[in-house]
């Protein structure tokens, strides 16, 4: 793959996961359906897309940027764990 595809994939692959990101809403910032609100986790999706892009797995590239851009373990303490496995998931079928 030559670089601007990959920059290209990584881009899409950003979008897709900005908007499973906003559908989800994680951190419950109120943003899910409210249209105004759809770029609420674009920079954690460009995060993640690039850390997939280098082939880091789905999971921790999501628990790493979520812990640098909220706090630690926001996504893998108490009920949070189920918000997690619910990224993983929509994500793991928008990545492969």
Same mark, same amino acid.
């Given at each position: 793959?030559? @670089?601007? &595809? &990959? ?8 979008q ?5 990101? !906003?559908?989800?809403d %994680? ?10 609100m ?8 460009q995060?993640?897309?690039?850390? @997939?892009?280098?082939?880091? %797995? @789905? ?8 812990? &640098? !851009?909220? !706090?630690e ?11 997690l496995?619910?990224?993983?998931e929509?994500?793991? &079928? @928008?990545?492969?």
């Amino acid at each position: 793959m030559t @670089i601007a &595809k &990959k920059i290209l994939s990584e881009a899409r692959h950003a979008q897709e996961i900005s908007s499973v990101l !906003w559908e989800l809403d %994680p951190m419950r910032t109120g943003c899910k359906g409210d249209a105004t609100m759809q770029d609420e986790y674009e920079f954690q999706a460009q995060e993640i897309a690039s850390m @997939i892009g280098a082939g880091a %797995p @789905i999971l921790e590239a999501v628990v790493q940027v979520f812990d &640098k !851009w909220f !706090w630690e373990d926001c996504l893998i303490s108490g009920t949070s764990t189920s918000r997690l496995d619910a990224i993983v998931e929509k994500l793991s &079928k @928008i990545t492969c």
